[in-house]
């Protein structure tokens, strides 16, 4: 599942297409993919100027000088396509600019969606109103973690995992962040040290910009709108190591924690 880097480099690839532009055409090619379309999308986006593009979290953002964001998700598999060739049979929703540039969402599974919402009130849209603060933002702090983590005995990935505790982190990204720090992934969040946290945030931090900065993970069918492959996946400490030496030596650990894969070493994170 694209998360947040892959969201924020499909964000930064559409801003230099989208960004000032207007909209000529809005075509839903179906009625739905996880949810239904908006029933006024075409009405509401077609003829609008696109004035700004951002994420919250996993999902992406795109603002209109007519108060409205489209909010995209892209799911399982869901990606842009900037002027693709041809529109192919999971290309589900195609836009083009007041310059003739196209742009499909492709997404072959349908788990991702499209919505619209009041710009100026994106803080109450549902999936946003109790979120965390975002992790690359100075609200996430040692001071905020040590607070939101006061007194909880379940594991220290299980609540960075809680996007009520921090926005948009995702499996891989904790599992690279905690072995950063030195953390074990098991450890009870209430039991991690201020001085320990420190250590964490920072890491967390890290591991997202350099994911960023490399495109994201390609995992599947996740590629950046102009159709390169996320590269962060040959920089990966732990994830998808299982049995691999760590950097210590010692061999990289998997078990499986509520359906999800953490990938650690025993060795250097307690």
Known sequence: MPEL?????????????????????????????RFAFP?????????ARVTGLGRRAKYGLIDTDRGDTMIFH???????????????????????????????????????????????????????AKMGPEP????????????????????IKALLLDQRIVAGLGNIYVCEALHMAGIAPTRAGGRISRKRLELLVPAIKSVLEAAIEAGGSTLRDYARPDGELGYFARQWRVYGREGEACGCGAPVRRRVDSGRSTFFCATCQR
Do not use: C
Not at 8 to 32: F, H, I, K, M
Not at 39 to 47: A, E, F, N, V
Not at 75 to 102: A, C, K, N, Q, Y
């Open 74 to 128: 892209l799911g399982m598999s869901g990606r842009w396509r900037l002027d693709p060739e041809e529109i192919g049979t999971h290309d589900h929703l195609v836009l083009e600019t007041g310059e003739g540039r196209l742009l499909s969402l492709n997404d072959p599974r349908r788990f991702g969606f499209v919505d619209l919402f009041a710009t100026s009130a994106l803080d109450s849209y549902p999936a946003f």
């Open 5 to 33: 880097p892959e969201v924020e480099t499909t964000v930064r690839g559409l801003q230099p297409v989208l960004q000032g532009q207007l909209l000529a055409s809005v075509e839903p090619r179906r009625a739905d993919l």
């Open 39 to 47: 029933p006024d999308l075409r009405q509401r986006l077609i003829g």
């Open 136 to 155: 690359l933002g100075p609200e996430l702090n040692a001071d905020y973690l040590n607070a939101a983590l006061k007194g909880r005995s379940a594991p």
